[in-house]
T-cell receptor
């Protein structure tokens, strides 16, 4: 069964606008971690933001914030003031319990237009 | 730059051959993870080492093996290569195993 679901294969946003990338997850563990990574066309995986299941506040890192809704099992990434350099694939990932591996979603391709 | 290095960047080889991918983790990180990214399977976890010992195993084929050396660098060995093994292979490292993982630039393997 798919643990991480990213329902938006592709998204467009205009420069300077905010955009939300959706991520829902499936786990029966109480302790888990949620991650977002960015993969530009050059191929590297860039860590963006992390949210622990026990964290009460939504995580923020600069222009990135994670809208964590535990009851709905969603962990959406919000990018504020989009820039052309934000055009990339974005992956949501989850680490469950005491496991170490990341389970990745299929990704969302974001294109920022001028 | 994540601080994780991988060599080589690109590798082209033939079916049936054996290759070795190398990874050096960030300074001080004890955990190394290997992932495979392909068009049909997406990003999949292969295996994790912590301070020289295997800690977790994912969807790693029997033809694949890995190890982590005393200096903490890691190697992923792929043998009897098939066309379907063509993929981008990432190494990632973390300090404490439950911390965020930082990825290297990847090795793009093409099997002809």
């Amino acid at each position: 069964a798919q643990k991480i679901t990213q329902t938006q294969p592709g998204m467009f946003v205009q420069e300077k606008e905010a955009v939300t990338l959706d991520c829902t997850y499936d786990t029966s563990d109480q302790s888990y971690g949620l991650f977002w990574y960015k993969q530009p066309s050059s191929g590297e995986m860039i860590f963006l933001i992390y949210q622990g299941s026990y964290d009460e506040q939504n995580a923020t890192e600069g222009r990135y914030s994670l809208n964590f809704q535990k009851a709905r099992k969603s962990a959406n990434l919000v990018i504020s003031a989009s820039q052309l350099g934000d055009s990339a694939m974005y992956f949501c990932a989850m680490r469950e319990g005491s496991g170490y591996a990341l389970n990745f979603g299929k990704g969302t391709s974001l294109l920022v237009t001028p | 730059d994540s601080g994780v290095t991988q060599t080589p960047k690109h590798l082209i080889t033939a079916t049936g051959q054996r290759v070795t991918l190398r990874c050096s983790p960030r300074s001080g990180d004890l955990s190394v993870y290997w992932y495979q990214q392909s068009l049909d399977q997406g990003l999949q976890f292969l295996i994790q080492y912590y301070n020289g010992e295997e800690r977790a195993k994912g969807n790693i084929l029997e033809r694949f093996s890995a190890q982590q050396f005393p200096d903490l660098h890691s190697e992923l060995n792929l043998s009897s290569l098939e066309l379907g093994d063509s993929a981008l292979y990432f190494c990632a490292s973390s300090g404490y195993p439950l911390n965020e993982q930082f990825f290297g630039p990847g090795t793009r393997l093409t099997v002809l």
